[in-house]
């Protein structure tokens, strides 16, 4: 079973209009952090947000913000204020305890912005 | 403060030949980790070092090999090239393994391409 689903394969947003990204998990592990990564064009993944499965609130990072809801299994991706150079590859990923703390990536969402 | 970084950018190789991929973590980082992007693939995890031992290894087969030396860089090798090894290798390196250090900041890769 995939561990991580993201249903967006693409995505098209105006400039300055903010964007949610899907992304859902599985896992029966109590501990587990959940993660966002940006991938131009080039190739390097840059870490964008990060989620722990004890965090009472969302997290943010400048435009970044995750919406978590563990109920639901979901941690959705929303950028405020999309900007030319949010044009990506964005991945969705789990690390739990119980896997030795390896990455679990999604298949990823292709976001491009409009000018 | 540098990043990860990975040698050689590209690297081309002929089915058969081995090939050796480098990585040099963020100063102070502990643990390195290799992940295999082949198209349509998405990202797998490939292994894990921390501390000069290896933590984790994928379901990759054992012609994929690697160590961490004392300075925590990371070689990884791969044995008897075939042609579905052409990807993206990335590596990253994260502060430990334990709760708290488990953020993965990534290099810019490798770009392998058997013939």
């Known amino acids: 079973a995939q561990k991580i689903t993201q249903t967006q394969p693409g995505m098209f947003v105006q400039e300055k209009e903010a964007v949610t990204l899907d992304c859902t998990y599985d896992?029966?592990?109590?501990?587990?952090?959940l993660f966002w990564y940006k991938q131009p064009s080039s190739g390097e993944m840059i870490f964008l947000i990060y989620q722990g499965s004890y965090d009472q609130q969302n997290a943010t990072e400048g435009r970044y913000s995750l919406n978590f809801q563990k109920a639901r299994k979901s941690a959705n991706l929303v950028i405020s204020a999309s900007q030319l150079g949010d044009s990506a590859m964005y991945f969705c990923?789990?690390?739990?305890?119980?896997?030795?703390?390896?990455?679990?990536f999604g298949a990823g969402t292709t976001v491009t912005v409009r000018a | 403060e540098a990043g990860v970084t990975q040698s050689p950018t590209h690297l081309i190789k002929t089915r058969g030949q081995q090939a050796t991929l480098r990585c040099s973590p963020i100063?102070?980082?502990?643990?390195v980790y290799w992940y295999q992007q082949a198209l349509g693939l998405g990202l797998q995890f490939l292994l894990w070092?921390?501390?000069?031992?290896?933590?984790n290894r994928g379901n990759f087969p054992p012609r994929f090999s690697g160590r961490q030396f004392p300075n925590y860089s990371s070689e990884l090798n791969v044995n008897a090239l075939e042609l579905e090894d052409s990807a993206l290798y990335l590596c990253?390196?994260?502060?430990?393994?334990?709760?708290?250090?488990?953020?993965?900041?990534f290099g810019p890769g490798t770009r392998l391409l058997v013939l």
């Open positions: 896992t029966s592990d109590p501990s587990y952090g």
């Open positions: 070092y921390d501390e000069g031992e290896e933590r």
């Open positions: 990923a789990m690390r739990e305890e119980l896997s030795d703390y390896k990455l679990s």
């Open positions: 100063s102070g980082h502990t643990s």
């Open positions: 990253a390196s994260s502060l430990g393994g334990g709760p708290g250090e488990e953020t993965q900041y």
